[in-house]
């Protein structure tokens, strides 16, 4: 749209016909009111018009539910600034999920680079030695979790499989093939050697370097998928659970166990708020504030049984979920 500006307007009504060549003081007024009316203002942003809207009378029904007060019309006019962006012209996406080959191998290398050998090894360690605390407390979850997975459970994917501290709870029963999908390679070695412990022969183990975003592995082969502290530090959590849905077979579990976000208004959410950019740093991508719990239950698996949990090893990230998805 095209506008005229304050000069333009100006340059119109003084050389604009029928003006008297020499106007008394009534026409200078009636001149100065005109120039007054018409004069176009400065342009302004879009966002600052909009909040500069008159106001909207209220009908009686509607008056009890707006408050007089600085705060509430603070709020308006915050509400009206993001109304504004409706204005704006909507950009590419730039999701993850646009950027993505159908090639896995490609998608891990485009999501989680290879780190320095040093560095994974480190990573690896400390994954080994720290989480003896953790693993202790939360073992009395996983015994409640593990024993569903029964002798018809026969081919098991871990996603994050980590040094393999799951393996011991599921291994003993019937005669299973495990994949372990890690994006760190340097862990395949500490897997191994839990699974060895485990008593799994080292024919029925597989490691693939992968991520959960795109699994290769084909549609319908999986009798159960096992994920441990993961969804917290996949990139893109809903095409993690869509990859683990599609390697289901029809019937086939996701066993899961994951700390989630803390209740809104905690003084504990506020502190996963503060520290969750530098817990991404440190940690390798996880996130403290994730709802995962919603997540799991929106994801669309035939049934979810959900339970809640607090752990004090952790108190950063107490809150969990666990339970079993049934595809």
Sequence with gaps: MQTVSGGHVFSVLVTGPTQSPTPNAAQRRSLLRRLARHTAPAPRPAWRAI??????????????????????????????LGASTALLPVL?????????????????????????????????????????????????YKEKLFPQLTGKVEKVLELGIGTGPNLKYYVGAG??????????????KYARASAEAAGLQSTNFSFIRGVGEALDVRDNTMDAVIGTLVLCSVSDVAMTLREVKRVLKPGGLYVFIEHVAARDGSLLRFMQGLVDPLQQFVSDGCHLTRETGKQISEAGFSRVSLQAAFLRTVPLFSPHVYGIAYK
């Design 175 to 188: 005669d299973r093939y495990v994949i372990g999908v890690d994006p760190n390679k340097q862990m395949e």
């Design 51 to 80: 909040s500069r809207a008159p106001p909207v009378t209220p009908s009686a029904g509607a008056e009890a539910l707006l408050c007089p007060c600085r705060l509430c019309v603070g709020k308006r006019r915050l509400l009206l």
């Design 92 to 140: 590419p996406s730039t999701s993850l999920a646009s950027g993505l080959s159908s090639d896995p191998a490609a998608t891990v290398e485009r999501i989680h680079p290879p780190r320095p050998d040093w560095y994974e090894e480190i990573y690896a360690q400390a994954m080994e030695k720290s989480m003896r605390s953790y693993e202790a407390e939360v073992a009395t």
